[in-house]
C-alpha cells in the first residue's frame, strides 16, 4: 500500500512546486496567445475604420504596440522552456512517468526521449508530459 503513496515523497516537493509554476506560465501563455489575436483583430477593424474616413498617422508615427505584444510572449514562450528543462532536470528518471502531489491527488509527470531523425549520436530531446 505504501507505493500508492509514494507520490508524497517530502522530496519531490521541489519538483511539484516547479510543475505548478510552469502549469501557470502555461496558461498565462494561452490567455496572451488569445489576447494578442484579439488585439490583432481590434486593430484590423480599427485600421479599416481609419482608411474609410482617410485619417493618416501623423510623420514618423508607428505602432509600436504589436511588437510589444510579440517580445512579450517570445518572453513567455523563453521562460516556459527554461522551467520545462528545470523539471526535466529534476525528474529522477526519463522515459517514465513520476508521480507528484499538485493538491489533488496523485498526477503524473514525466519526460520522454523524441525521435529526431536529423540528430545522429547528438545528445537526445525530452519531452515534457504532465498528466494532471
Known sequence: MSSNLDYLDP???PLE?????YLEAEE???????????LQSHDQSVEQSAQEFEQRPATGNFDQ???EVEQRLQNMRDDLDILRQEIIGLLPARNEFVKVNLGYGPSRVGAFSKPDPSKKGGAEE????IVH
Do not use: F
Not at 512546486?17 to 509554476?21: G, N
Open 17 to 21: 512546486d516547479k510543475v505548478l509554476a
Open 11 to 13: 522530496a519531490l516537493v
Open 65 to 67: 504596440h504589436a511588437d
Open 28 to 38: 498565462d501563455l494561452r490567455k496572451a496567445t488569445i489576447e494578442a489575436r484579439n
Open 126 to 129: 525530452y519531452e515534457l508530459r
